[in-house]
Nanobody, 125 residues
Framework: QVQLVESGGGLVQAGGSLRLSCAAS????????LAWFRQGAGNEREFVAA????????SYGDSVKGRFTISRDNAKNTLYLQMNWLKAEDTAVYYC??????????????????WGQGTQVTVSS
């Protein structure tokens, strides 16, 4: 089973950019669908983006479309989230998660079996 560790969070001004990384251990990284979720204070966990095991298909939450880009490098066992034009409402703990490919439940966090510990992103307005 894969283990996930996020990094790259921090404090940024509104309109700025950050790139999150999620490093994975284990030989089966390339077989998993990977996703980013986030959870702000007092909020439920929200779907941000996901990418299939091959990288061929990507899906985004409505609130980040056009601003965030998810990508993966299977050779480096790493998942990325490029976040541009950040807004104060993007402030949250960001988590990466893994599961087998299944496009029908791609945005449902209950179907993801492995999670990282999270990285804090704070956007000041």
């Amino acid at each position: 089973q894969v283990q996930l560790v996020e990094s790259g969070g921090g404090l940024v001004q509104a309109g700025g950019s950050l790139r999150l990384s999620c490093a994975a251990s284990g030989r089966t990284f390339s077989t998993y669908m990977l996703a980013w979720f986030r959870q702000g204070a007092g909020n439920e966990r929200e779907f941000v983006a996901a990418v299939t095991s091959s990288g061929a298909l990507r899906s985004y939450g409505d609130s980040v479309k056009g601003r965030f880009t998810i990508s993966r490098d299977n050779a480096k066992n790493t998942l990325y989230l490029q976040m541009n034009w950040l807004k104060a409402e993007d402030t949250a703990v960001y988590y990466c998660a893994a599961r087998p490919d299944n496009l029908s439940t791609i945005s449902d966090p209950t179907y993801y079996m492995t999670w990282g510990q999270g990285t804090q992103v704070t956007v000041s307005s």
